[in-house]
């Protein structure tokens, strides 16, 4: 693992729900399924993407993150990277330590650089994976706890690595379904009591220690294509969603959340939500 470090940088994430200070997204001006590598693209691939409605819809949420006191830093999108707009797989932020992901696929291949190059603009330390992939979508972090979904897209052998650079943490490894893409996809931590989760894609003795942990709320098939578990938390009960996702919504107001609902239709179209277009630099 090759290290950058800026001694001036502030980086710190030490839960998913945390207040959020400084976050990083990317416009979709170059947004488009080129090849799907999800069952949510190949539903849309011969429709594809409006990149109009995904700026427009993409704006509101950078503006409401703003509205409610998120710094939000932009990295310039490239037409080579038709899924940048999804920042959260290309780096993860654990304590104080913001890892660049190692991409699996190759149409995601170069996006690191791309951010290494921001985070260099901007002073903000990182240290970058070397060897096996790992994207930031299978990484879940809770206190001690971070969850590390196992998938095509995280190998165990970087999970393997990964309590060398988090002293003081356990890390969970979590197989699921790998159709669904990436842990965040299934299952979300919204408080150290609870979480979301989509049950049927993860082995049962794995729901069942979650579900002694946190008290689950289930999110059905139909709302789990429309992203419901990719929920984004910023702090103080308050929480992004989709307003497709009634029965999830109405289940976290029922536990007292304060649900943000923003249209985000156009670019669940390839496969990611809230959680995935935002890759946080700082929590309290």
Not at 54 to 83: C, N, W
Not at 98 to 118: K, N, T, Y
Not at 196 to 211: D, H, S
Request: aromatic share 8%; charged share 30%.
């Amino acid at each position: 693992m090759a290290m950058r470090i800026d001694q001036e940088s502030k980086v710190g994430c030490n839960t998913e729900y945390g207040e959020l200070q400084k976050v990083i997204l990317c416009p979709p001006r170059y947004m488009a399924i080129e090849e799907a590598i999800n069952e949510v693209q190949k539903r849309y691939e011969d429709e594809n993407i409006d990149r109009g409605l995904a700026m427009k819809q993409y704006r509101e949420f950078r503006d409401t993150l703003r509205d409610h006191g998120v710094e939000v830093i932009e990295l310039e999108p490239s037409e080579e990277y038709p899924e940048q707009v999804f920042t959260r797989d290309i780096g993860f932020t654990v304590g104080g330590e913001l890892f660049v992901s190692r991409m699996a696929s190759d149409i995601r291949q170069g996006e690191e650089e791309a951010l290494e190059q921001l985070l260099e603009e901007h002073g903000i330390r990182y240290h970058k994976f070397e060897g096996g992939r790992i994207e930031g979508g299978d990484v879940i972090v809770d206190g001690d706890s971070v969850y590390v979904g196992v998938s095509e897209r995280t190998s165990r052998e970087t999970i393997a690595e990964l309590p060398d650079h988090l002293p003081g943490r356990t890390v969970h490894p979590v197989p699921f379904d790998g159709k669904y893409l990436h842990l965040d996809c299934v299952f979300n931590v919204l408080s150290p009591k609870t979480a979301l989760i989509f049950k049927e894609a993860l082995p049962e003795e794995t729901v069942r220690a979650l579900g002694e942990k946190y008290e689950l709320i289930e999110v059905g098939k139909d709302e789990q294509f429309t992203m419901g578990t990719n929920v984004l938390s910023i702090g103080g009960g308050k929480l992004f969603s989709l307003p497709v996702n009634r029965r999830v919504n109405a289940a976290m107001r029922e536990k007292g959340y304060e649900v943000i609902e923003i249209d985000f239709s156009e670019i669940i179209k390839s496969g990611g939500s809230f959680r995935c277009c935002s890759m946080p630099v700082e929590r309290s």
